[in-house]
T-cell receptor, first 112, second 111 residues
């Protein structure tokens, strides 16, 4: 596709459930970023991939959060045992080479 | 954590006026970028300025960078109602590709 694609666009789940959010970056982009954005705040860095490996995962808030990018393209952000505080918009971005980021429209997660 | 902090947090102006937003950051950087976000949408890249540059222009946008003060400003000239959005600065800490965003300025341009 022409841009970064994120699915689902909206996800409502119950506290304690497992959630997966998918990001399909721009073809050929080697770097992929995940951010989390709460209402009225700036994007909060979670994790950054260069190729298949996580170059920096220092922003993941705790071990309930995990992300993979097994083939260096599509990435999945996985959240276990969701909590109400996880509710936010999860943004994915890609770039080549690292520099200007191209963002998807985000996945809005609501934990009830 | 957020590396940058923008001010003002919110700005309201009339069409045709200029809008100036400021960004301060904490650590040495390779470059600084500005992004725009319309309500409920993803972020769109506006302009990138490298640490060895002091000023850069793109259309109605003018960005300055003062590395000694660890600050940048974004000027939008002759603003339009369509410029209404949130604006964020983002920096990569020196020797990393991790891009950290500021808290944002919400700009409202009235027709």
């Amino acid at each position: 596709g022409a841009g970064v694609s994120q699915t689902p666009s909206n996800k409502v789940t119950e506290k304690g459930k497992y959630v997966e959010l998918r990001c399909d970056p721009i073809s050929g982009h080697t770097a992929l970023y995940w951010y989390r954005q709460s209402l009225g705040q700036g994007p909060e860095f979670l994790i950054y991939f260069q190729g298949t490996g996580a170059a920096d995962d220092s922003g993941l808030p705790n071990d309930r959060f995990f992300a993979v990018r097994p083939e260096g393209s599509v990435s999945t952000l996985k959240i276990q045992r969701t909590e109400r505080g996880d509710s936010a918009v999860y943004l994915c971005a890609s770039s080549y080479p690292p520099g200007e980021l191209f963002f998807g429209e985000g996945s809005r997660l609501t934990v009830l | 954590s957020q590396q940058g902090e923008e001010d003002p947090q919110a700005l309201s102006i009339q069409e045709g006026e200029n809008a100036t937003m400021n960004c301060s950051y904490k650590t040495s950087i390779n470059n600084l970028q500005w992004y725009r976000q319309n309500s409920g949408r993803g972020l769109v890249h506006l302009i990138l300025i490298r640490s060895n540059e002091r000023e850069k222009h793109s259309g109605r946008l003018r960005v300055t960078l003062d590395t000694s003060k660890k600050s940048s400003s974004l000027l939008i000239t002759a603003s339009r109602a369509a410029d209404t959005a949130s604006y964020f600065c983002a920096t990569d800490a020196y020797n990393t590709d991790k891009l950290i965003f500021g808290t944002g300025t919400r700009l409202q341009v009235f027709p």
